[in-house]
C-alpha cells in the first residue's frame, strides 16, 4: 500500500523556539495533505488542510501564524510550530489521500515543548 | 457541524467473547472508516464503507453501514489479546470525497486472557 513518512519521529525543544516537521508521500502524489493534531488519551483534531501550489486553509481555532503550512512539491507538506509552548506539546499526525477512497497516515511525530 | 459519537468509549473483554463498537454520526456522509491505534503509534486502516449496507470483514473484525441510521457498526468475534487498541471511526467531514475526517473520540478495547 501507500506510505506517508513523517520525519523527525519525536522532538524536544524549549519554549519560544520554532519546530519544523515534514510529511512525505513515498510511492504517489499528493495534491492535498491532511495535518492532525492528538492531545494524549483523545482523538485526532484535524488542523489544517495542506494544498500543493495554494495556501492551505485551516480549521476553526487554529492559528495560521503559529502553524506554518507548507505543501512544497506533490509529495512533500511542512507545517512548522513557531514559538512553541509547552500546550503545544503533543502528537501530530499528517495524511494523504489516495486511490479516492482512503487516507494514508504518517507515524507521527511527537512535539515536547519543556 | 458534524458529530461522531462512539461507544462505548472503553470495552475491556474476554478472550473468546464477541462485541459490537457504534458509530453514530449526525449528518449524511459520504464514507465512512474504520482505524486502529496501538500506544504511541499513528492510525492502522481497518476499513472503509463506502455505501449503504456495505459489510467487510477482514479476520476477527466486520464493519458495516447504515446510511439511513447513520450508524456504522465494528463486531469483533471471539476476540484475543492482540486485537487490544483504540479503535476510531471517522467521517468525512462535508463529503463529496473532501476528505476531511472527524472522528470519534475512540474505543479503547482490552482483551484479557
Known amino acids: 500500500g501507500a506510505v506517508v513518512s513523517q520525519h523527525p519521529s519525536r522532538v524536544i525543544c524549549k519554549s519560544g523556539t520554532s519546530v519544523k516537521i515534514e510529511c512525505r508521500s513515498l510511492d504517489f502524489q499528493a495534491t492535498t495533505m491532511f495535518w492532525y493534531r492528538q492531545f494524549p488519551k483523545q482523538s485526532l483534531m484535524l488542523m489544517a488542510t495542506?494544498?500543493?501550489?495554494?495556501?492551505?486553509?485551516?480549521e476553526q481555532g487554529v492559528e495560521k501564524d503559529k502553524f506554518l503550512i507548507n505543501h512544497a512539491s506533490l509529495t512533500l507538506s511542512t507545517l512548522t510550530v513557531t514559538s512553541a509552548h509547552p500546550e503545544d506539546s503533543s502528537f501530530y499526525i499528517c495524511s494523504a489521500p489516495h486511490a479516492g477512497d482512503t487516507q494514508y497516515f504518517g507515524p507521527g511525530t511527537r512535539l515536547t515543548v519543556l | 457541524e458534524l458529530k461522531v459519537e462512539q461507544n462505548p468509549l472503553f470495552l475491556s473483554m474476554q478472550e473468546g467473547k464477541n462485541y459490537t463498537i457504534y458509530c453514530n454520526y449526525s449528518t449524511t456522509s459520504d464514507r465512512l472508516y474504520w482505524y486502529r491505534q496501538d500506544p504511541g503509534k499513528s492510525l492502522e486502516s481497518l476499513f472503509v464503507l463506502l455505501s449503504n449496507g456495505a459489510v467487510k470483514q477482514e479476520g476477527r473484525l466486520m464493519a458495516s453501514l447504515d446510511t439511513k441510521a447513520r450508524l456504522s457498526t465494528l463486531h469483533i468475534t471471539a476476540a484475543v489479546h492482540d486485537l487490544s487498541a483504540t479503535y476510531f471511526c471517522a467521517v468525512d467531514g462535508i463529503g463529496g470525497g473532501s476528505e476531511k475526517l472527524v472522528f470519534g473520540k475512540g474505543t479503547k478495547l482490552t482483551v484479557n486472557p
Open positions: 495542506s494544498n500543493e501550489g495554494s495556501k492551505a486553509t485551516y
